[in-house]
């Protein structure tokens, strides 16, 4: 099969508009970065915009840590955060396993209603969300902060389009060993798609840790509060004060950047027929 070949100019243009590319999407986090690293003397909005602090202090971070319960804060969305990927991981890929494998009546379109969902904007069922969850006494727990995110269309979908791809041969190996519906599900598919299921698990923390919206509404009690909450208060603990709102940014950003390099690199589509010896 013939391979294209770029001559040397055209690569370097290539890496050139990749870097641009790159270093626009990262303008946001260099500027905040900046901004929080700068020492209170020194001016934010002057023109031409200073990039590098005259006087890089870590202060901003400090005084953030110390005048808010940050750590409070942080443990608080890494539980709902970790809680959320797992029920759900739990909860779509059991919905999305007999969507992809078994037969039954009705299959296809309960899987085009699930989609259709996706079309539904969260502020339509925001309020009956809201009532149902207060309805089931989940206002100010973790569980009522998870709560919209238990399950998903979305991961319904990603899940039951792996499960789908998965060869029939390792499923009808199993059920000749004697495997239960359930033990196929465990044992042999959830191995199979673990690509799929790290995606899902990043775009679901992600989603979680920095959702503001829902948290807002359904807590009242500061002890609960997310990190996203509680960089919300230092706009008025400190009077907009942007270095140390900027501070308390990096600092609810860092944990998400930490685990998108940690597993970035199950990212990638996989072959699971390769695991059929001939």
């Not at 890929?93 to 085009?112: K, M, N």
């Amino acid at each position: 099969m013939a391979q294209s070949t770029r001559s040397p100019l055209q690569s370097l243009f290539l890496y050139l508009l990749l870097s641009l590319l790159a270093l626009l999407m990262l303008f946001p986090l260099l500027w905040l970065l900046s901004t929080a690293l700068k020492s209170p003397q020194e001016n934010l909005f002057q023109i031409p915009p200073q990039w590098l602090p005259e006087q890089p202090t870590l202060g901003n971070f400090i005084r953030v840590w110390q005048s808010q319960p940050f750590g409070r804060y942080l443990f608080n969305s890494t539980l709902v955060a970790i809680g959320t990927v797992v029920f759900n991981l739990l909860f779509c890929s059991l919905a999305a396993y007999p969507l992809a494998r078994l037969q039954f009546h009705g299959r296809d379109l309960i899987f085009t209603a699930i989609v259709a969902t996706l079309a539904i904007p969260f502020q339509i069922i925001m309020v009956p969300l809201y009532v149902l969850a207060i309805q089931l006494g989940l206002n100010n727990t973790y569980l009522g902060i998870m709560f919209p995110y238990l399950a998903g269309a979305f991961g319904i979908f990603l899940l039951r389009q792996a499960f789908a791809a998965v060869p029939k041969e390792l499923e009808e190996a199993a059920r000749m060993d004697g495997c239960s519906e359930l033990g196929i599900w465990g044992r042999i598919m959830l191995p199979a798609i673990r690509p799929a299921l790290v995606t899902l698990a990043i775009f679901t923390f992600i989603g979680s840790w920095g959702d503001f919206l829902w948290p807002l509404i359904i807590l009242d009690r500061p002890e609960l509060y997310t990190l996203p909450l509680g960089v919300a208060q230092l706009s008025g603990a400190f009077s907009l004060d942007w270095r140390l709102i900027a501070a308390g940014a990096i600092i609810s950003i860092i944990p998400v950047l930490v685990v998108f390099i940690l597993v970035q690199r199950y990212i990638i589509s996989s072959n699971v027929s390769s695991g059929i010896k001939g």
